[in-house]
């Protein structure tokens, strides 16, 4: 009942072994929440393929509650953008914050063209130093960073590992908060990179394809958000 109740624990596959055999024993422990139930004797051959369909059983639900809440995560973000049509504070900070809590990251920002460089619009996670720092020095289009490289060619740029990269320059902002992984993608307005969508992790854990789709999704969606602000009118 306690694997039940606890929402990070109720998707887990619990197999019962046990001596008792008494059929009202076995629909008990099913009505509980047990994925299988076996008899104590079992055969180790048994028990490992039981363990084996239990667990991709799992991971098929897995996939498909990610792919629910995926979907959820941009109908929310579409449905601020169209309660919110003039306000690109509102959609960026959305975006962020879905585009963080879906693809996992550790830290989320949404930069936007001032001039000659990338401010911070939005943000979400990340230490308040890491913040401050980003909050207060623009980055410019450049191979050094991973903004920069998005601004200089216009895609999508991912390093699984900043300080094994020999082009990037890790900030004081990066040794601050520590973060290895990074994943830039553009925000494009009148064909230009208008700003970027940034995520970060603390550990070297690339970001797969899944995730990266999810980002340029978002991306495409604060993209929006700035041809909605261009408009006349």
């Not at 004797?41 to 509650?65: F, G, M, N, Q």
């Not at 914050?97 to 879906?102: D, S």
């Not at 720092?133 to 200089?152: F, Q």
Request: with cysteine; hydrophobic share 45%.
């Amino acid at each position: 009942a306690a694997l039940r109740d606890d929402p990070a624990l109720r998707h887990l596959p619990v197999i019962v072994i046990s001596g008792v055999d008494e059929l009202d024993s076995v629909v008990r422990c099913l009505e509980m929440g047990a994925a299988d139930y076996l008899p104590k004797t079992v055969d180790p051959a048994i028990l490992k393929a039981r363990i084996a369909s239990s667990l991709a059983r799992k991971r098929l639900h897995d996939a498909e509650r990610e792919a629910v809440e995926r979907q959820a995560a941009s109908n929310d973000v579409l449905a601020i953008m169209s309660r919110s049509a003039f306000d690109l504070q509102i959609v960026l900070d959305a975006v962020v914050r879905a585009a963080v809590r879906l693809c996992r990251a550790d830290y989320g920002v949404a930069y936007v063209l001032d001039g000659d460089a990338y401010r911070v619009a939005a943000s979400d996670g990340g230490s308040p130093e890491l913040d401050a720092w980003e909050r207060s020095h623009p980055i410019r289009p450049g191979r050094d960073s991973v903004v920069g490289r998005v601004a200089v060619l216009g895609e999508s740029i991912a390093v699984d590992d900043v300080l094994a990269d020999p082009e990037y320059l890790a900030t004081p902002g990066q040794r601050v908060s520590g973060y290895r992984t990074l994943l830039g993608v553009p925000i494009e307005g009148d064909g230009a990179v208008t700003g970027v969508l940034a995520l970060a992790r603390n550990d070297v854990r690339p970001f797969g394809g899944p995730d990266r789709a999810l980002a340029i999704g978002f991306a495409e969606q604060s993209g929006g958000g700035f041809a909605i602000r261009s408009e006349p009118g």
